[in-house]
Protein backbone atom coordinates (compact mmCIF):
# COMPACT_ATOMS: atom_id res chain seq x y z
CA UNK A 1 0.00 0.00 0.00
CA UNK A 2 1.22 3.58 -0.33
CA UNK A 3 1.68 5.60 2.47
CA UNK A 4 0.71 8.77 1.15
CA UNK A 5 -2.61 7.38 0.40
CA UNK A 6 -2.81 5.72 4.17
CA UNK A 7 -1.74 8.91 5.95
CA UNK A 8 -4.62 10.99 3.89
CA UNK A 9 -6.97 8.21 4.48
CA UNK A 10 -6.18 8.42 8.17
CA UNK A 11 -7.16 12.31 8.19
CA UNK A 12 -9.64 11.97 6.88
CA UNK A 13 -11.07 9.37 8.92
CA UNK A 14 -10.78 11.82 11.93
CA UNK A 15 -12.82 14.23 10.06
CA UNK A 16 -15.38 11.75 9.10
CA UNK A 17 -15.70 10.40 12.39
CA UNK A 18 -16.03 6.59 11.20
CA UNK A 19 -14.67 4.58 8.30
CA UNK A 20 -18.10 4.07 6.96
CA UNK A 21 -18.08 7.86 5.86
CA UNK A 22 -14.83 7.99 4.71
CA UNK A 23 -15.18 5.29 2.13
CA UNK A 24 -18.02 6.87 0.34
CA UNK A 25 -16.04 9.93 0.55
CA UNK A 26 -13.52 7.90 -1.13
CA UNK A 27 -15.57 5.37 -3.02
CA UNK A 28 -14.24 2.74 -1.59
CA UNK A 29 -15.27 0.10 1.23
CA UNK A 30 -15.32 0.22 4.23
CA UNK A 31 -12.95 -2.88 4.86
CA UNK A 32 -10.63 -1.20 3.07
CA UNK A 33 -10.45 1.73 4.63
CA UNK A 34 -9.98 -0.68 7.62
CA UNK A 35 -6.68 -1.99 5.59
CA UNK A 36 -5.30 1.08 4.77
CA UNK A 37 -5.34 1.70 9.09
CA UNK A 38 -3.84 -1.62 10.09
CA UNK A 39 -1.49 -1.22 7.46
CA UNK A 40 -0.17 1.99 8.67
CA UNK A 41 -0.03 1.00 12.55
CA UNK A 42 1.84 -1.54 11.41
CA UNK A 43 4.10 0.29 9.46
CA UNK A 44 4.41 2.85 12.24
CA UNK A 45 4.35 0.36 15.29
CA UNK A 46 1.74 2.16 16.99
CA UNK A 47 -2.16 2.08 17.54
CA UNK A 48 -3.61 5.28 16.32
CA UNK A 49 -6.88 4.80 16.38
CA UNK A 50 -9.40 3.48 19.74
CA UNK A 51 -11.86 2.03 18.01
CA UNK A 52 -15.28 0.95 19.10
CA UNK A 53 -18.90 -0.43 17.48
CA UNK A 54 -20.00 3.32 17.90
CA UNK A 55 -17.25 5.35 17.79
CA UNK A 56 -13.65 6.05 16.60
CA UNK A 57 -10.94 7.71 19.15
CA UNK A 58 -7.14 9.08 19.02
CA UNK A 59 -4.84 7.83 21.13
CA UNK A 60 -1.94 9.78 22.68
CA UNK A 61 0.35 8.54 19.65
CA UNK A 62 -2.86 9.31 17.14
CA UNK A 63 -2.92 12.69 17.89
CA UNK A 64 0.71 13.41 17.76
CA UNK A 65 1.12 11.77 14.66
CA UNK A 66 -2.08 13.74 12.91
CA UNK A 67 -0.55 17.06 13.34
CA UNK A 68 2.57 15.73 11.32
CA UNK A 69 0.41 14.01 8.69
CA UNK A 70 -1.81 17.19 7.96
CA UNK A 71 1.43 19.67 7.59
CA UNK A 72 2.74 17.12 5.29
CA UNK A 73 -0.44 16.57 3.37
CA UNK A 74 -0.31 20.85 3.00
CA UNK A 75 3.25 20.52 1.85
CA UNK A 76 2.44 18.18 -0.71
CA UNK A 77 -1.00 19.85 -1.66
CA UNK A 78 1.04 23.17 -2.20
CA UNK A 79 3.42 21.96 -4.27
CA UNK A 80 0.96 20.03 -6.58
CA UNK A 81 -1.19 23.02 -6.57
CA UNK A 82 2.45 24.99 -7.82
CA UNK A 83 2.59 22.69 -10.59
CA UNK A 84 -1.16 23.01 -11.58
CA UNK A 85 -0.54 27.03 -11.95
CA UNK A 86 2.15 26.29 -14.03
CA UNK A 87 0.25 24.03 -16.39
CA UNK A 88 -2.86 26.44 -15.63
CA UNK A 89 -5.13 23.78 -15.37
CA UNK A 90 -6.69 22.79 -11.68
CA UNK A 91 -7.14 19.95 -11.13
CA UNK A 92 -8.49 17.57 -7.94
CA UNK A 93 -10.98 17.23 -5.71
CA UNK A 94 -13.12 20.34 -4.45
CA UNK A 95 -15.41 20.03 -1.83
CA UNK A 96 -18.20 22.94 -1.54
CA UNK A 97 -21.22 23.72 0.81
CA UNK A 98 -23.68 25.53 -0.75
CA UNK A 99 -26.73 27.63 0.66
CA UNK A 100 -30.18 26.00 -0.21
CA UNK A 101 -31.11 30.03 -1.08
CA UNK A 102 -29.26 29.94 -4.44
CA UNK A 103 -32.19 26.93 -5.39
CA UNK A 104 -31.15 23.05 -6.32
CA UNK A 105 -31.17 24.30 -10.64
CA UNK A 106 -29.60 27.35 -10.53
CA UNK A 107 -26.52 25.32 -8.23
CA UNK A 108 -26.46 22.70 -10.93
CA UNK A 109 -26.49 24.89 -13.39
CA UNK A 110 -23.67 27.09 -12.07
CA UNK A 111 -21.70 23.64 -11.30
CA UNK A 112 -22.03 22.57 -14.71
CA UNK A 113 -21.09 25.37 -16.39
CA UNK A 114 -17.63 25.38 -14.18
CA UNK A 115 -16.90 21.73 -14.58
CA UNK A 116 -17.42 22.90 -18.53
CA UNK A 117 -14.49 25.12 -17.91
CA UNK A 118 -12.25 22.82 -15.79
CA UNK A 119 -12.81 19.18 -16.64
CA UNK A 120 -10.21 17.86 -14.41
CA UNK A 121 -11.93 19.25 -11.12
CA UNK A 122 -14.13 16.94 -9.58
CA UNK A 123 -16.69 18.72 -7.53
CA UNK A 124 -18.15 17.35 -4.00
CA UNK A 125 -21.16 19.16 -3.41
CA UNK A 126 -23.13 19.89 0.07
CA UNK A 127 -26.07 21.87 -0.07
CA UNK A 128 -26.86 22.67 3.30
CA UNK A 129 -27.79 25.91 5.28
CA UNK A 130 -26.31 25.19 8.29
CA UNK A 131 -23.01 26.48 8.88
CA UNK A 132 -20.74 23.77 8.48
CA UNK A 133 -16.65 23.48 9.77
CA UNK A 134 -15.20 23.94 6.63
CA UNK A 135 -11.71 22.83 8.61
CA UNK A 136 -12.95 19.74 10.90
CA UNK A 137 -15.40 18.46 7.98
CA UNK A 138 -12.83 19.16 5.12
CA UNK A 139 -14.19 21.50 3.07
CA UNK A 140 -12.12 23.50 0.72
CA UNK A 141 -14.93 26.31 -0.10
CA UNK A 142 -18.66 27.51 1.49
CA UNK A 143 -21.08 29.45 -0.39
CA UNK A 144 -22.99 31.60 2.70
CA UNK A 145 -25.96 33.08 2.48
CA UNK A 146 -25.33 35.09 5.28
CA UNK A 147 -24.17 38.65 7.44
CA UNK A 148 -22.02 36.17 10.15
CA UNK A 149 -18.39 36.96 10.05
CA UNK A 150 -16.46 33.46 10.09
CA UNK A 151 -13.89 32.93 13.06
CA UNK A 152 -10.29 34.25 12.33
CA UNK A 153 -9.03 30.96 10.67
CA UNK A 154 -11.66 32.06 7.80
CA UNK A 155 -11.36 34.12 4.82
CA UNK A 156 -14.65 35.56 3.56
CA UNK A 157 -15.18 37.26 0.32
CA UNK A 158 -18.21 39.26 -0.57
CA UNK A 159 -20.04 37.57 -4.33
CA UNK A 160 -22.82 40.17 -3.95
CA UNK A 161 -26.84 40.03 -2.83
CA UNK A 162 -29.98 38.78 -3.25
CA UNK A 163 -32.90 40.59 -3.10
CA UNK A 164 -35.54 39.44 -1.08
CA UNK A 165 -39.60 39.84 -1.10
CA UNK A 166 -42.34 39.10 1.01
CA UNK A 167 -44.64 36.72 -1.09
CA UNK A 168 -47.53 34.57 -0.57
CA UNK A 169 -49.91 32.80 -3.35
CA UNK A 170 -53.45 33.94 -4.54
CA UNK A 171 -55.13 31.35 -2.72
CA UNK A 172 -53.44 32.10 0.84
CA UNK A 173 -54.83 35.67 0.12
CA UNK A 174 -57.99 34.85 -0.92
CA UNK A 175 -58.81 32.71 2.44
CA UNK A 176 -56.50 34.49 5.05
CA UNK A 177 -56.62 38.09 3.57
CA UNK A 178 -53.86 40.54 2.72
CA UNK A 179 -51.80 42.73 4.98
CA UNK A 180 -51.82 46.02 4.74
CA UNK A 181 -49.28 47.07 7.27
CA UNK A 182 -46.54 45.46 8.93
CA UNK A 183 -47.90 45.46 11.94
CA UNK A 184 -50.86 42.68 10.46
CA UNK A 185 -48.14 40.54 9.74
CA UNK A 186 -48.78 38.80 13.71
CA UNK A 187 -52.22 36.96 12.46
CA UNK A 188 -50.92 35.35 9.59
CA UNK A 189 -48.93 32.04 8.78
CA UNK A 190 -45.26 33.22 8.79
CA UNK A 191 -42.81 30.14 7.43
CA UNK A 192 -39.29 31.10 8.99
CA UNK A 193 -35.77 29.08 8.04
CA UNK A 194 -34.43 27.50 10.97
CA UNK A 195 -31.23 28.99 10.90
CA UNK A 196 -32.60 32.27 10.97
CA UNK A 197 -32.80 33.01 15.21
CA UNK A 198 -34.29 36.41 14.84
CA UNK A 199 -38.35 36.46 14.98
CA UNK A 200 -38.28 40.14 14.44
CA UNK A 201 -38.29 41.69 10.77
CA UNK A 202 -37.21 45.39 10.18
CA UNK A 203 -39.81 47.45 7.24
CA UNK A 204 -38.54 50.47 5.76
CA UNK A 205 -41.24 52.41 3.97
CA UNK A 206 -41.76 56.18 3.10
CA UNK A 207 -43.01 57.26 6.94
CA UNK A 208 -40.02 55.59 8.36
CA UNK A 209 -39.00 51.99 10.07
CA UNK A 210 -41.38 49.61 11.16
CA UNK A 211 -39.80 46.34 13.55
CA UNK A 212 -42.18 43.56 13.98
CA UNK A 213 -42.26 40.59 16.13
CA UNK A 214 -43.87 37.84 14.11
CA UNK A 215 -44.61 34.29 15.21
CA UNK A 216 -43.26 31.26 12.86
CA UNK A 217 -46.17 28.74 11.70
CA UNK A 218 -43.86 26.69 10.31
CA UNK A 219 -40.05 26.49 10.74
CA UNK A 220 -37.42 24.17 7.79
CA UNK A 221 -34.16 23.98 6.87
CA UNK A 222 -34.67 24.20 3.23
CA UNK A 223 -35.76 27.08 0.86
CA UNK A 224 -37.24 24.85 -1.36
CA UNK A 225 -39.67 23.59 1.18
CA UNK A 226 -40.67 26.93 2.26
CA UNK A 227 -41.10 27.84 -1.50
CA UNK A 228 -43.72 24.70 -1.86
CA UNK A 229 -45.52 25.72 1.29
CA UNK A 230 -45.70 28.91 -0.24
CA UNK A 231 -46.72 28.30 -3.79
CA UNK A 232 -49.55 25.93 -2.60
CA UNK A 233 -51.07 28.49 0.04
CA UNK A 234 -49.93 27.38 3.55
CA UNK A 235 -48.52 30.32 4.10
CA UNK A 236 -46.20 33.48 3.28
CA UNK A 237 -42.45 33.66 4.02
CA UNK A 238 -39.65 36.12 2.48
CA UNK A 239 -38.09 33.94 -0.76
CA UNK A 240 -35.66 35.26 -3.25
CA UNK A 241 -37.02 37.79 -6.37
CA UNK A 242 -35.91 34.84 -8.22
CA UNK A 243 -38.98 32.70 -7.28
CA UNK A 244 -41.31 35.15 -7.80
CA UNK A 245 -39.88 35.49 -11.69
CA UNK A 246 -40.08 32.09 -12.08
CA UNK A 247 -44.12 32.09 -10.69
CA UNK A 248 -45.84 34.91 -11.49
CA UNK A 249 -48.87 34.18 -9.20
CA UNK A 250 -47.01 34.86 -6.48
CA UNK A 251 -48.14 37.99 -4.81
CA UNK A 252 -45.22 40.60 -2.94
CA UNK A 253 -46.85 41.48 0.22
CA UNK A 254 -46.48 45.24 1.64
CA UNK A 255 -44.80 46.33 -1.94
CA UNK A 256 -44.79 49.73 -0.05
CA UNK A 257 -42.00 48.41 2.15
CA UNK A 258 -38.67 48.48 0.85
CA UNK A 259 -37.52 45.43 -0.17
CA UNK A 260 -34.35 43.67 2.25
CA UNK A 261 -31.10 41.54 0.63
CA UNK A 262 -28.90 38.65 1.60
CA UNK A 263 -25.32 39.28 1.58
CA UNK A 264 -24.00 36.05 -0.64
CA UNK A 265 -20.43 35.31 0.55
CA UNK A 266 -17.73 32.65 -0.60
CA UNK A 267 -15.69 31.25 2.73
CA UNK A 268 -12.92 29.61 2.94
CA UNK A 269 -9.93 28.60 5.38
CA UNK A 270 -6.78 30.74 5.68
CA UNK A 271 -4.03 28.44 4.66
CA UNK A 272 -0.60 29.23 3.40
CA UNK A 273 -1.17 28.25 -0.08
CA UNK A 274 -4.86 27.98 -1.09
CA UNK A 275 -5.08 25.45 -4.23
CA UNK A 276 -5.78 27.13 -7.68
CA UNK A 277 -8.87 25.00 -7.99
CA UNK A 278 -10.51 26.93 -4.85
CA UNK A 279 -9.59 30.53 -6.75
CA UNK A 280 -10.97 29.54 -10.00
CA UNK A 281 -14.30 28.71 -8.35
CA UNK A 282 -14.48 31.53 -6.53
CA UNK A 283 -13.57 33.99 -9.57
CA UNK A 284 -16.10 32.09 -11.53
CA UNK A 285 -18.66 31.85 -9.27
CA UNK A 286 -18.53 35.63 -8.40
CA UNK A 287 -19.12 36.10 -12.63
CA UNK A 288 -21.53 33.75 -12.71
CA UNK A 289 -23.44 35.26 -9.75
CA UNK A 290 -23.79 38.31 -10.99
CA UNK A 291 -24.35 37.13 -14.44
CA UNK A 292 -27.12 34.98 -13.39
CA UNK A 293 -28.40 36.18 -9.63
CA UNK A 294 -27.21 39.75 -9.67
CA UNK A 295 -30.42 40.94 -11.36
CA UNK A 296 -32.97 39.63 -8.99
Known amino acids: ?19 SRTAADFGVSPSYISKQM ?25 EQYLV ?5 LEHVSVAEANLTELKGAPSGR ?11 KNTAACCTEFMQLYPDVDLDILIDDRIVDLVEEGFDLC ?17 GQMTTHLLASRDYIEKYGEPMHPSDLVTHRFIGHTYVKNSVFT ?10 AIPKKVRVNSTYFVRQMVETGEGIAFLPAYFKRANPDLVTLLPHCHPSSIDI ?22 EWFQRHMGEY
Open 38 to 62: AYLESVLGVRLLQRTTRSISLTQAG
Open 203 to 212: FQHDNGIEKV
Open 94 to 104: LRISFSSILGE
Open 1 to 19: MDKLEAMRTFVRVTEAGNF
Open 265 to 286: SAVYPERAFTPAKTHKFIAFFQ
Open 143 to 159: IRASTQMPDSSLIRKNI
Open 68 to 72: QCQQI
